[in-house]
């Protein structure tokens, strides 16, 4: 075969891989239409680590609405996907910081409880469908914008004081994991969507809403059964995130 012939083998095999091979975003890119034109739009993964707060005398305490408060800290990255399927296959170095306190009821507890005395033996917990959540409080920044919940719009339009994150755990599918990423884990479904503003940096003053879908991680190894409000209630939570904003215009 002369060198011609084997160079432009070395080519076609050359491309023929590339093509058939995970392509991450970017490629052939198609310009963006219609609304797409008018929205900002993020998806980012968050990684999150906290524990349920205590009070002074080191045991859980429920707050006024009866929920327990879950502190936590955690970096935001960007998501490379394959442009083929659209899975997930890599993340960026982090570029962004997320850090806030939710809420959970103690449905939660009881399922960490339940699950617990399960592994050590137990019977089986009973498991709810869906176990309801939301945030008290969070800030998320991403590259240099600062984004914050809203709990109202009621100064621009009427009547629209509910804007708080409403979240479930999908209890009922079932745990994603137990005693897979740790001696004494249990992984659940979550999700929820939230409204938020852009208090600073380049999108400052656009508001939209911020979509959670992801797996909760609890730690349960630091439940004491005979005494459970002592426990120590640690967990993880692996985040998929879209934020989708506008400017208002009313």
């Given at each position: 075969?002369?060198?011609?012939k084997i160079?432009w083998?070395?080519?076609?095999?050359?491309?023929a891989?590339?093509?058939?091979?995970?392509?991450?975003?970017?490629?052939?890119d198609?310009?963006?239409?219609?609304?797409d034109?008018?929205?900002?739009?993020?998806?980012?993964?968050?990684l999150?680590?906290?524990?349920i707060a205590?009070?002074?005398?080191?045991?859980?305490?429920?707050?006024a609405?009866?929920?327990?408060?879950?502190?936590?800290?955690?970096?935001?990255?960007?998501?490379k996907?394959?442009?083929?399927?659209?899975?997930?296959?890599?993340?960026?170095?982090p570029?962004?910081?997320i850090?806030?306190?939710?809420?959970?009821?103690?449905?939660?507890?009881?399922l960490?409880?339940?699950?617990y005395?399960?592994?050590?033996?137990g019977?089986?917990?009973?498991?709810?469908?869906?176990?309801?959540?939301?945030?008290?409080?969070?800030?998320l920044?991403?590259?240099?914008?600062?984004?914050?919940p809203?709990?109202?719009?009621?100064?621009?339009?009427?009547g629209?004081?509910?804007?708080?994150?409403k979240?479930?755990?999908?209890?009922?599918?079932?745990?994603?994991?137990l005693g897979?990423?740790?001696?004494?884990?249990?992984s659940?479904?979550?999700?929820?969507?939230?409204?938020?503003?852009?208090?600073?940096?380049?999108n400052?003053?656009?508001?939209?809403s911020?979509?959670?879908?992801?797996t909760?991680?609890?730690?349960?190894?630091?439940?004491?059964?005979?005494?459970?409000?002592?426990s120590?209630?640690?967990?993880?939570g692996?985040?998929?995130?879209?934020v989708v904003?506008?400017?208002?215009?009313?």
């Amino acid at each position: 075969m002369g060198t011609k012939k084997i160079v432009w083998a070395i080519i076609v095999v050359v491309a023929a891989f590339a093509f058939n091979s995970p392509v991450y975003a970017g490629g052939n890119d198609v310009s963006l239409t219609g609304i797409d034109t008018i929205l900002t739009s993020l998806n980012i993964k968050s990684l999150i680590a906290g524990d349920i707060a205590k009070n002074a005398d080191g045991y859980i305490q429920p707050d006024a609405n009866g929920n327990l408060n879950f502190n936590f800290k955690g970096v935001i990255s960007t998501m490379k996907l394959d442009q083929v399927t659209g899975e997930l296959c890599a993340l960026s170095d982090p570029i962004g910081t997320i850090n806030g306190q939710a809420a959970f009821p103690p449905e939660f507890a009881n399922l960490a409880f339940g699950v617990y005395s399960m592994m050590l033996g137990g019977p089986m917990p009973s498991i709810p469908p869906t176990i309801d959540w939301t945030f008290n409080d969070f800030t998320l920044v991403v590259a240099d914008t600062t984004y914050r919940p809203i709990s109202d719009m009621s100064e621009m339009i009427p009547g629209t004081a509910d804007l708080l994150l409403k979240g479930r755990a999908f209890s009922g599918l079932g745990p994603v994991e137990l005693g897979q990423l740790g001696e004494m884990s249990m992984s659940v479904r979550m999700g929820g969507c939230t409204a938020v503003v852009a208090v600073d940096g380049a999108n400052a003053g656009k508001v939209g809403s911020l979509c959670l879908n992801g797996t909760f991680t609890f730690d349960l190894s630091g439940i004491d059964l005979d005494d459970p409000f002592s426990s120590d209630l640690a967990g993880t939570g692996n985040t998929n995130c879209t934020v989708v904003l506008h400017t208002p215009i009313m």
